[in-house]
């Protein structure tokens, strides 16, 4: 878990870095650091469940607001017919940018979710 850990940790360290030139980067910047601060905890096997959990839930609820927003990924998928959010690195328009914002909360949530259950088996030994 370490190197998993390690890994994401330098992964969401860049990500907010890259967020400068973002609509809403003070948001973005912190989502991406406080998945890095978790992962930092997990590799000194400081485990904070509670902490962990409170992230998911908040992500996960800002993600069903991206996923229905009126530009969001249903947009994306349903209007624009899923077009290519990797061309370009500018966001021309809305839904990509709200469909990237998406996947990205979906790759926080999917790490803090592997942490929490691997921090829960290790308390369990």
């Avoid at 360290?13 to 973002?22: M, R």
């Avoid at 991206?66 to 809305?94: C, R, Y």
């Avoid at 990205?104 to 949530?109: E, N, S, T, V």
């Amino acid at each position: 878990m370490k190197i998993f850990n390690f890994i994401f940790l330098i992964l969401f360290v860049i990500s907010a870095g890259l967020q400068y030139n973002d609509p809403d980067p003070a948001l973005w910047i912190l989502i991406y650091l406080f998945g890095a601060m978790i992962c930092f905890f997990a590799i000194r096997k400081q485990n904070y469940p509670r902490l962990t959990l409170a992230g998911i839930i908040l992500l996960f609820i800002y993600a069903i607001y991206l996923f229905f927003d009126k530009d969001g990924v249903l947009s994306w998928l349903t209007k624009h017919q899923a077009e290519n959010i990797a061309g370009s690195m500018k966001a021309s328009s809305p839904w990509i940018e709200e469909t990237r914002e998406f996947f990205g909360l979906a790759i926080l949530i999917s790490v803090l979710s592997v942490n929490l259950l691997t921090s829960k088996k290790e308390s369990v030994k």
